[in-house]
């Protein structure tokens, strides 16, 4: 297996390459702090949970050479159901007694383009947020904003977080935030990506920054609407200097001074994550 690692605390995330049709490697971190204890060379049967609460039987194995992770039994129909290829990637978490392990699928050029024109996408917009300079570190929303527009498997109890990934079709990349309910009032959008992700478009430079989040549904015909295969989420953005001549708004991604910024927005998650390592222990 040579699956590529990537994540703030070096474990969660993992990129699918063209060896892991039929074992993937679990993240040694989230595998030694999260799942039962369990001997080098054996094996056991774990039940992982998806976004839509479907239940995969998967056996997990610590391996007899070397100190790592890896699910082989049960990972062939995870990756068939959830369409997964090279490029794509997965990342694991625990809720309560729950193991949970999310894909994310990586987006098509003409998924990404605002540009290209295709009836067959729809776009929703579920957040609009303005980016306040005080707090650099995450985005504050309301409990009404995320409960009353973002999918069911998004309601978190307090204290809870999950990792959310989000489009960027500015960049034409995916990368993950962490979405914390982190009081009775106010979820959190926060981590080390979300915080790359201000900085890499300068959104504090601006004395006002909007940020959107879409749902962008692939196929609205689909009966059945499942996370990063039919749908997925986006970010985008609009900047502004008030203290400045306003001038006529440009397209969402531009800001009120220049129109040499990409004619785009920025958004909910071609490649992985930045800060990507490489595994290459095999089974």
């Known amino acids: 297996m040579e699956d590529q690692e990537v994540d703030e605390n070096n474990s969660k995330v993992v990129v699918i390459d063209k060896y892991s049709s039929h074992s993937v490697s679990i993240p040694n971190k989230f595998a030694q702090q999260h799942l039962p204890p369990l001997a080098s060379g054996k094996s056991m049967i774990l039940e992982f949970e998806d976004f839509g609460g479907n239940k995969f039987m998967m056996e997990v194995v610590h391996s007899n050479y070397g100190d790592y992770y890896y699910i082989r039994t049960g990972w062939d129909r995870f990756q068939n159901q959830h369409k997964l290829e090279s ?21 098509k050029p003409e998924e990404l383009d605002l540009q290209l024109p295709n009836e ?12 306040c300079a005080k707090d650099s570190k995450c985005l504050r929303l309301s409990k009404k904003e995320v409960e009353g527009n973002l999918d069911q498997h998004l309601i978190l109890q307090v204290g ?72 997925h989420y986006e970010i985008t953005y609009q900047t502004r200097a008030t ?17 040499s910024a990409p004619a785009s927005t920025a958004v909910d998650n071609s490649s992985a994550p930045a800060s990507t390592t490489v595994d290459n222990k095999n089974s």
Do not use: M
């Not at 490029?87 to 193991?99: A, V």
């Not at 920054?209 to 749902?215: D, E, L, Q």
């Open 87 to 107: 490029g794509d990637f997965i990342y694991f978490s625990k809720k309560n007694d729950s193991y949970l392990i999310y894909s994310c699928k990586t987006p």
């Open 120 to 131: 067959s996408i729809e776009r929703v917009q579920v957040l609009v947020k303005n980016l």
């Open 160 to 231: 809870e977080e999950i990792i959310l990934p989000l489009h960027d079709p500015i960049q034409k990349k995916s990368f993950t935030v962490q979405l914390l309910h982190a009081d009775q009032e106010e979820y959190h959008i926060r981590g080390r990506e979300w915080e790359e992700y201000v900085a890499q478009h300068n959104l504090f430079i601006f004395d006002e920054t909007t940020i959107f989040v879409n749902k962008v549904i692939l196929d609205p015909t689909a009966e059945v609407q499942l996370v990063n295969i039919s749908y």
């Open 243 to 259: 203290n400045q001549p306003q001038k006529k708004p440009k397209l969402l991604g531009t800001t009120a001074e220049t129109s």
